[in-house]
């Protein structure tokens, strides 16, 4: 029999839950941050603070549009024009992304035809010397 005021084993006071949430000061504390251990909420820089942890980035940051260089100098495209088509070619031969250069959507699809075009007519490699010395 249960006396007046005593709770039977198995049930708690507050009722329906069948694991009630441990009480406050059961729960474990969390160890303090250390001061180089700033998280990414911080107004610090990553390379200032060496105590590891994450690294902070930085807020507000938007990197400058660049523009596109043929559009500018209203520059037209041409196969024969090596200066130009070397310093969009990277030195495995491969083309620049666009990100890279800055060119914009339209001249970027005219430079892949004439760069395709120099390499053709051999006045550009398709692959550099480099590429097969690596095998």
């Not at 251990?37 to 390379?47: C, I, L, Q, T």
């Not at 200032?48 to 523009?67: A, E, I, L």
């Amino acid at each position: 029999m249960i006396a007046e005021g005593e709770v039977p084993v198995g049930d708690s006071v507050e009722g329906s839950g069948a694991n009630p949430a441990p009480a406050r000061e059961e729960r474990a504390a969390r160890p303090a941050r250390a001061p180089g251990n700033a998280g990414y909420r911080s107004g610090g820089d990553s390379r200032s603070d060496h105590g590891g942890g994450r690294r902070t980035r930085p807020r507000f940051f938007r990197p400058r549009r660049s523009v596109c260089s043929f559009c500018v100098d209203k520059k037209v495209i041409d196969y024969k024009d090596l200066g130009s088509l070397n310093r969009l070619v990277d030195a495995y031969g491969k083309i620049r992304a666009a990100r890279k250069t800055g060119t914009c959507a339209k001249h970027q699809r005219r430079l892949a035809v004439a760069i395709k075009r120099a390499r053709h007519l051999a006045l550009l490699p398709f692959a550099t010397s480099r590429m097969h010395r690596a095998r």
